[in-house]
């Protein structure tokens, strides 16, 4: 197949999740309902950490920065989805697919520091609950959220500069319903087996690193959890851990499944699906999973209710006077 410059292509084209009309009618209205869901469940956690005292924490504060990278990761991917599945034409210009490209990279790598921080931040909390305030100071907060942001804007530069260079054919076509590097690296008309293992290597940083140090962190907090004397606070510390557990596993997991494989053993269908769960559905479930069982959230919420119910009925009677 003859090279095509990489300057002379103007646009790709997103084959998406299926090619039935009926189906991505289907789809269309299932994942309308699942960004409602994105949206309403991390904006509410944003305005409550913001809007109540008793939420400003280390812990609510990284919680805060994972709402907000969340809905920023699926804002990026959400809506040109639900585009595509009502269009004809599902062309996609090729500065908006490498922005694509580079915002996804960027936030997801930024997701996987944020999780292995409140990993950390929870191992202080239940092993060195005196020392919490102090080794988990605001500045220290602010220090390591500014060098997540910092490192996952380094990666995806690099990553991002050397997928931009491959030489790619004539073929458009992305088989997926977004760019990400793997798929834009499929087009490729050269031997890119060196920028396959750097992505590997880049892989295995910002996945399987933090992966073991969390995986580390927890079983120094099983351990300092077992040594609690009241069944009470053995229960309450892993109601905490567990729901920071679930998150992790369902995140790490399909991104590992999506990232850290050959691509000789790629297959489209497969990564599709893997791909909704860390760029969709692990969104979805990160308010859900941290708030229903969070009695801290929940009261904030009451709160908030009241106030609002508070000034609803005061603009009531203003405007009748």
């Not at 959220?145 to 380094?154: K, M, Q, S, V």
């Not at 969104?283 to 209710?305: E, G, Q, W």
């Not at 609002?308 to 203003?318: E, H, Q």
């Amino acid at each position: 197949m003859p090279w095509k410059n990489n300057t002379d292509i103007m646009e790709f084209i997103l084959l998406g999740l299926s090619s039935e009309p009926r189906t991505q009618v289907i789809l269309f209205f299932i994942f309308l309902l699942v960004y409602m869901i994105i949206l309403i469940g991390n904006i509410s956690i944003i305005i409550l950490i913001w809007s109540d005292i008793s939420l400003h924490t280390p812990m609510y504060f990284f919680l805060g920065n994972l709402s907000f990278v969340d809905l920023c990761y699926t804002s990026c991917t959400v809506p040109r989805m639900l585009k595509d599945l009502i269009s004809v034409k599902k062309t996609i210009s090729y500065a908006e697919c490498i922005t694509q490209m580079y915002t996804t990279l960027c936030l997801g790598q930024s997701e996987c520091g944020l999780l292995a921080i409140m990993a950390y931040d929870r191992y202080i909390a239940i092993c060195y609950p005196l020392h919490y305030t102090t080794i988990m100071s605001k500045a220290v907060c602010v220090g390591l959220t500014i060098g997540i942001w910092l490192c996952g804007f380094i990666f995806s530069t690099s990553l991002a500069t050397l997928t931009l260079n491959v030489n790619r054919c004539d073929n458009k076509e992305i088989n997926h319903f977004l760019c990400q590097v793997p798929e834009v690296l499929s087009l490729g008309c050269e031997n890119i087996s060196f920028i396959e293992f750097v992505v590997f290597v880049e892989s295995v940083i910002l996945l399987l690193i933090p992966v073991t140090f969390i995986i580390i962190t927890y079983s120094q907090i099983i351990i300092c959890i077992l040594k609690i004397k009241s069944s009470a606070g053995q229960r309450k510390a892993f109601s905490t851990c567990g729901s920071h557990i679930l998150v992790v596993t369902i995140f790490y997991g399909s991104a590992m499944a999506a990232f850290m494989k050959p691509r000789s053993n790629s297959q489209p269908s497969t990564d599709k699906f893997i791909a909704i769960f860390y760029l969709i559905f692990s969104p979805m479930l990160n308010p859900l999973i941290y708030t229903l069982r969070n009695n801290d959230v929940k009261a904030a919420f009451s709160k908030l209710k009241f106030r609002m119910v508070y000034v609803a009925i005061n603009l009531g009677v203003v405007i009748k006077k």
